[in-house]
């Protein structure tokens, strides 16, 4: 069974950089694509960004300046990391499995449980 | 951007009956479109893709249709655990987004 878990710090200070690591088990991050999701409190979902094939990289424009999706194959992780944050970067973090239908990464079908992060000095 | 919109934002249905959720997309999406239900303190769970298609293990009082702009999600006799907030998301031109979300409560 696939299992998602993210990992990393509960608050980041304003402008420093968040990092988050999504340790993946009961498949290989070699295939497929791999996602980073967002919830920012009482708020609905943005999609941050994916990583598929080969190191693939794929953002969301409205965050594309601040934004790193990587993958390690050797770990079986894949990490997020969003820089000069501000309050309003704070959320639940998620990672997901998407599925690819014909080279087009499509609905997430393994979530992880998430991860809150807090924006604060 | 393609924007999702849901309707309504909250409804109120009894256990047992029936729940129509919408969908609309500010332009086409084919039927690349998915539908998650999450439970407070949970991450979304697959419900649909491809529109009208169960994910694995969703019951078959789920149901999913339309194509386009306009989707349903519909959800027949409803059990307790139905519950929650229920999101459409695309998939057809990047970014995909989601919709705001319904949240579906006891009447």
């Known amino acids: 069974q696939v299992q998602l878990q993210e990992s990393g710090p509960g608050v980041v200070k304003p402008s420093e950089t968040l990092s988050l690591t999504c340790n993946v088990s009961?498949?290989?991050?070699?295939?497929?694509?791999w996602s980073w999701i967002r919830q920012p409190p009482g708020k609905g979902l943005e999609w941050i960004g994916y990583?598929?094939?080969?190191?693939?990289?794929t953002y969301n424009p409205s965050l594309k300046s601040r934004v790193t999706i990587s993958a390690d194959a050797s770990t079986n992780q894949f990490s997020l990391k969003l820089n000069s944050v501000t309050a309003e970067d704070t959320a639940i973090y998620y990672c997901?499995?998407?599925?690819?239908?014909?080279?087009?990464?499509?609905?997430?079908?393994?979530w992880g449980q998430g991860t809150q992060v807090t924006v604060s000095s | 951007e393609t924007v999702m919109t849901q309707s309504p934002v909250i409804v109120s249905v009894s256990p047992g009956e029936r729940a129509t959720l919408s969908c609309r997309a500010s332009?086409?999406?084919?039927?690349?479109l998915a539908w998650y239900q999450q439970k407070p303190g949970q991450a979304p769970r697959l419900l649909m893709y491809?529109?009208?298609t169960r994910a694995t293990g969703i019951p078959a009082r789920f149901s999913g249709s339309g194509s386009g702009t306009e989707f349903t999600l519909t959800i027949t006799s409803l059990q307790s655990e139905d519950f929650a907030i229920y999101y459409c998301?695309?998939?057809?031109?990047?970014?995909?987004?989601f919709g705001q979300g319904t949240k579906l409560e006891i009447k």
């Open positions: 997901a499995r998407g599925k690819v239908i014909f080279g087009v990464v499509s609905e997430l079908d393994y």
């Open positions: 009961g498949d290989s991050i070699t295939a497929l694509s």
């Open positions: 990583i598929y094939y080969r190191g693939t990289t």
């Open positions: 332009q086409s999406v084919r039927n690349r």
């Open positions: 491809g529109a009208s």
């Open positions: 998301q695309h998939y057809n031109n990047w970014p995909y987004t």
